[in-house]
């Protein structure tokens, strides 16, 4: 189990010596790339990435061939990324300290059809779990499909974002799951009190936004790994997420 926040835990559901039933992969991360959608109204800067030729054109003087490389500029909660408690509270874990039990785990995705400025509340995720005919274990992931695609849709400020309520976000952080992952980009409205980020982040759940490819999803349960960017003392980090689809349908 991996320690978080003031001495409080989340339960693993990793089971080791185990075989997975892996028919499909599915990249559930986006590309990174100049030009990328970013919060245009906010200070912190955009995904950059610059090639070094000058520098490695120095570097390879003499040689008998040329090399190539790159220089990164950008925040850590660009793109696709798994946050921490840290984001608010900083004795909280960062991504380095994550254990790896918590990123090989079970999932289950709840489908809440929403458009822009719509809330999913407590009473759709319960109706969607229904649906999926799925428990949720402590330790396990919860992935919440709206259909919204920011990264298709070019949604620079994330205008057209749905939103999860206050009591949405308490429904799913009391089963207790090791991280909660959507396809929306900007989760909070803006305007419903409280706000529940800070009793979001102290309950020590991962989280992830702007997800593509949900869709491809077709079962209601599903291997989950996601590997974020090992940083030091980073709140969040760039995050490769893959569902891994079981061969045959139950």
Known sequence: MSKHGSGQRVPSTLELNQTWDMGRLVDLSVDYYNGMPVDVSSPLPCFEVRE????????????EYRSYTQEVRMCVQAGN???????????????????????????????????????V???????????AGEDISPGEAILVATGYNRHGSGDQATDLTPHFSYDAIEWAV??????????????????EQPNFWPMLLKSGTLVSGSLVNLAEIVDSRFRLIALPMKIRGAMAAPVRMIAVLPATNR
């Open 174 to 191: 009391n089963l207790r799951p090791s991280i909660i992952a959507s396809d929306m980009a900007n989760w909070y409205d803006g305007e």
């Open 52 to 63: 070094l030729d000058e520098e490695m054109e120095a570097l390879c003087r003499g040689l």
């Open 81 to 119: 990324h798994l946050e921490t408690g840290a984001h608010l509270y900083r004795e909280m874990e960062s991504v380095a300290d994550i254990g790896l039990d918590r990123l090989f785990l079970s999932a289950v995705l709840l489908h809440v059809p929403r458009g822009k400025d719509e809330k």
């Open 121 to 131: 509340t407590a009473k759709d995720l319960e109706e969607a779990l229904s649906s």
